[in-house]
T-cell receptor, first 111, second 112 residues
């Protein structure tokens, strides 16, 4: 059973700052990772996926993968109050058919 | 716009009653996932189907939960009999071949 660990938070940052969200995983063989955003009372929404070591940028979001250290990060630049949500990290199973989710980190961006 | 549709959005029922949740996946997606979310456990996979065939339901309590996909546009999750510990948000999600899941709005179930 793959394990995905996230700090539950809340992580509080001021508007305009960089928010850094981290996720560690137990299976050294994991090849890809997914970040979901979940607003309170809403469903998870896929925002980023990363498949190889290094960085992947999409607008204000950057996903960073370090396979040697078994962690993946999500950076949010110029954080906005609308970014306040819970961010879930997810790892595929060995058959690449389903996802195991972390419990999420709550991000609070204050104006 | 393409999205997964779940009904009902909210359900309050008494212990022992049958609960049926329905899901219409995104057109063209061949994979349907059922997840349950609670504060304590987070998001847990209950079951999933690919091309309407059940591939894994090891996350479900077998004695009371059942999942079916009678056709490509409808997936159902049934709980009979329901118990208070089943209270949670149940999400249906769909995808195309891989593990990426696109979630519906969820059914918030309360069993009293």
């Amino acid at each position: 059973q793959k394990e995905v660990e996230q700090n539950s938070g809340p992580l509080s940052v001021p508007e305009g700052a960089i928010a850094s969200l981290n996720c560690t995983y137990s299976d050294r063989g994991s090849q890809s990772f997914f970040w979901y955003r979940q607003y309170s009372g809403k469903s998870p929404e896929l925002i980023m996926s990363i498949y190889s070591n290094g960085d992947k940028e999409d607008g204000r979001f950057t996903a960073q993968l370090n396979k040697a250290s078994q962690y993946v990060s999500l950076l949010i630049r110029d954080s906005q109050p609308s970014d306040s949500a819970t961010y879930l990290c997810a790892v595929p199973n060995s058959g690449y058919s389903t996802l195991t989710f972390g419990k999420g980190t709550m991000l609070l961006v204050s104006p | 716009d393409a999205r997964v549709t779940q009904t009902p959005r909210h359900k309050v029922t008494e212990m022992g009653q049958e609960v049926t949740m329905r899901c219409q996946p995104i057109l063209g997606h061949n994979t349907v996932f059922w997840y349950r979310q609670t504060m304590m456990q987070g998001l847990e996979l209950l079951a999933y189907f690919r091309n309407r065939a059940p591939l894994d339901d090891s996350g479900m309590p077998k004695d009371r939960f059942s999942a079916e996909m009678p056709d490509a546009t409808l997936a159902t999750l049934k709980i009979q009999p329901s118990e208070p510990r089943d209270s949670a948000v149940y999400f249906c999600a769909s995808g195309k071949d891989g593990p990426e899941a696109f979630f519906g709005q969820g059914t918030r179930l309360t069993v009293v």
